[in-house]
């Protein structure tokens, strides 16, 4: 709206309220192509700053209206209160037998020298809201010169002593909303507005810890990382999959699984297990420790704050190092089986398990051995009631709510891909319960025809089940046909 376009804009607005038609129509036609002048020279400045992505991007929202978030959140000093509560519920008390101890030590200690620090200093984004300390960005970029030699002092006094400050690790957690309409507190994203030194501090550890770690460090973790995108995650696991498909006789399994709340979310004791296994040097891994606990927050609502929670749980939303601490947590999550692969987006898992022949001993056998170890302690309190003289028919009733209720839990998904030996030792414990109670029992094999007849006559009643087309009647009316596709 430039003043050329507001002039015209009164003159239509005079020629309108004059009653003269064609004054009116001169005034409206003289508007339209005004606008158009004006449209058409601000598209000019936009593509004479396209070296300028941002000026760019500001230029085509305002063109076409667009508004990129729903702004902060609005409200008053109780939304802010329990927010800043709910936020911090995660929290937990480490346990007495929690030792922060690591399995290498060294003597390396991370130094930082001024010209590296001076260059995170330039970097530093001017256009960033204002931190805590109240001290703008700008300032720190400005006078990266002269503040270069005093922070480098400040950050090898840190890494030295392997502590922070407990005034640089405060923050303000700006709620922002993750929808527009709002019904609870999970629907706000926690935004953490940190101290700009303290984001110079992380930058310089990340490049130490990442000179550290093995080139091949999380090959399958494909956020966080340069050359890495959402669509390499996807294009992975489908190759795998459909690669798999094309030989005869084999199909694919895939279970999804997502983390929620991860950053917040981080038990310091348990992530420096992880950091130990990977060897960091012992002044490194004291660090993040202490950048992880005796943390301050609050929460700001429009011009309402919190009171100050001191939380050692989680790690903030927005800091430098958040992402790569997530990563040390689920490095170890690899395929035990060469047929697996597991994918993996930030708190985002997929594990693609690949079948040849039908052949899910590697899927089972685990589920087998722990199905057989709690049936057979089971078995223990079957004898004790046995021994008290319980009554024949409160042993079967305890049988079938204790024993019997495992095995067949899922049994018609995982009973056919069971092994002769698998199933054998699995009936030894029906057969055991039997010579306890002293009153036949159902067998294995009867106890899954029975439950796959039950479940197929539940989903034939269920017109609404998923499954209830993949059932059709015989011409009796009485036997049902299974359909195969």
């Known amino acids: 709206m430039t003043r050329e376009v507001q002039r015209l804009l009164g003159e239509r607005n005079i020629a309108f309220r004059s009653g003269n038609r064609t004054l009116y129509s001169s005034a409206r036609a003289n508007l339209k192509r005004g606008m158009r002048e004006a449209k058409s020279d601000y598209r000019r400045r936009i593509e004479d700053h396209l070296n300028n992505s941002r000026q760019v991007w500001q230029g085509v929202w305002h063109l076409t209206n667009y508004r990129a978030n729903l702004g902060a959140a609005d409200g008053d000093a109780t939304l802010a209160e329990e927010l800043n509560l709910f936020f911090a519920r995660f929290y937990v008390e480490p346990p007495e037998t929690a030792t922060v101890q690591p399995m290498v030590h060294s003597s390396f200690t991370l130094t930082a020298e001024e010209h590296e620090v001076r260059r995170t200093l330039r970097a530093v984004n001017p256009r960033k809201a204002v931190r805590p300390d109240g001290i703008p960005g700008r300032v720190l970029k400005d006078c990266a010169n002269q503040l270069g030699g005093v922070f480098t002092m400040i950050f090898n006094q840190s890494f030295s002593q392997s502590t922070i400050p407990p005034c640089l690790k405060s923050s303000t957690i700006i709620p922002l909303p993750k929808k527009p309409h709002i019904s609870s507190l999970n629907d706000y994203w926690p935004g953490a507005l940190t101290l700009v ?14 000179s550290l770690l093995p080139q091949r460090f999380e090959p399958h973790q494909f956020a966080y990382r340069s050359n890495r995108s959402m669509g390499d995650a996807v294009a992975t696991a489908l190759h795998a999959a459909l690669s798999h498909l094309e030989q005869q006789g084999s199909y694919v399994l895939l279970l999804f699984v997502d983390f929620s709340s991860v950053f917040d979310t981080i038990l310091p004791y348990k992530l420096m297990d992880k950091l130990g296994d990977l060897g960091l040097p012992h002044s490194t891994f004291m660090w993040i420790y202490s950048f992880l606990t005796g943390r301050s927050q609050r929460v700001r609502v429009g011009h309402h704050t919190s009171t100050v929670l001191s939380i050692s749980t989680g790690s903030p939303q927005g800091c430098v ?13 690899t395929p035990t089986h060469h047929s697996n692969t597991i994918v993996k987006f930030a708190d985002d898992i997929t594990v693609v398990g690949l079948i040849s022949a039908g052949d899910e001993s590697a899927y089972r056998s685990v589920n087998t051995s722990e199905l057989l170890k709690k049936t057979q302690q089971r078995l223990h309190f079957l004898r004790v009631l046995r021994k008290s003289n319980i009554t024949q028919r409160l042993l079967v009733s305890f049988y079938r709510c204790s024993i019997e209720s495992l095995l067949t839990y899922c049994i018609c998904v995982w009973y056919t891909s069971c092994t002769v030996a698998q199933r054998k030792a699995l009936q030894r414990v029906i057969n055991t319960a039997q010579k306890i109670i002293g009153c036949p029992l159902l067998t294995l094999e009867e106890l899954h025809s029975s439950r796959c007849l039950k479940i197929a006559q539940n989903i034939i009643k269920d017109t609404s089940h998923p499954g209830h087309h993949l059932f059709e009647l015989l011409l009796s009316g009485k036997l049902v046909l299974l359909k195969i596709f």
């Open 321 to 333: 190092l958040s992402p790569l601490l997530n990563s040390f947590l689920t490095h170890d999550y």
């Open 197 to 210: 030194v303290i984001k110079c501090f992380e930058k310089l550890v990340w490049g130490h810890i990442t």
